[in-house]
């Protein structure tokens, strides 16, 4: 199936049958778009892992920025975002049958908050030292010098854990897509043909660099 935006709405190619695109909204509707949007992030994710076993002899600068997005990409998810309230993911769900699952989870997410987004633990330390010379100078101070010292983020066990988790998570999302795309489907059909074409058409808007510091409109979404 393919969608294209044209001037008099979205043009639909691979279903033989259909002849309108309409809007759905309510509660539903809501959670079903919070899910797609995990989805979109967790899929991402995943393909930023695989593309580090694709740059296994490239520069370890790249592999690392890798593992960071995907990181970023699968606990964008997990996150209170404001733009997804109507399906938060809930990990002692999603991991509920997975031995060590919530440690493992527990781990990576204090990975990502108190060291990849904000700089709080010891993963990365700096110290100040100065240099002295043997005392047969007129100064005493060769050099001062500040040192970064950090870990390498990217480890075998740590992309073996996050792989797990986003698969994981992606799994229960997909089933949670298929649930309620059936659900509304079953509550479209108890209308009748005539209010089901009577709906408006459903369009897409464009994303716009004056709307990066704006919440999402989501009023489609409403009815």
């Not at 520069?59 to 690392?64: F, G, L, V």
């Not at 997005?69 to 699968?74: H, K, N, V």
């Not at 769900?93 to 781990?107: D, H, Q, R, S």
Request: glycine share 6%; proline share 3%; aromatic share 4%.
């Amino acid at each position: 199936m393919e969608l294209h935006q044209t001037s008099s709405g979205i043009e639909l190619n691979g279903i033989p049958n259909a002849v309108s695109l309409v809007s759905v909204g309510g509660s539903k509707a809501k959670m079903l778009a919070d899910l797609i949007l995990h989805q979109s992030d967790l899929v991402r994710a995943n393909q930023y892992l695989e593309d580090i076993n694709v740059l296994l002899d490239g520069p370890d600068t790249a592999r690392e920025g890798l593992y960071v997005a995907a990181l970023t990409r699968c606990f964008k998810c997990f996150g209170k975002n404001e733009s997804r309230r109507a399906y938060q993911l809930d990990a002692s769900v999603i991991l509920a049958n997975e031995p060590n699952g919530m440690t493992v989870y527990e781990e990576l997410r204090l990975e990502r908050n108190k060291h990849v987004v904000h700089d709080e633990n010891s993963a990365l330390q700096a110290y100040v030292g100065a240099v002295l010379n043997d005392g047969t100078h007129p100064y005493k101070v060769e050099k001062v010098l500040a040192l970064a010292v950090g870990v390498e983020l990217l480890q075998p066990r740590s992309w073996q854990n996050l792989k797990h988790l986003v698969l994981s998570t992606l799994t229960f999302v997909d089933k949670e897509i298929d649930r309620l795309c059936h659900e509304i489907t079953a509550d479209l059909e108890a209308e009748s043909y005539a209010t089901l074409m009577a709906r408006a058409p459903m369009r897409l808007k464009p994303a716009l660099t004056a709307d990066a510091g704006r919440r999402r409109d989501q009023s489609h979404l409403s009815s």
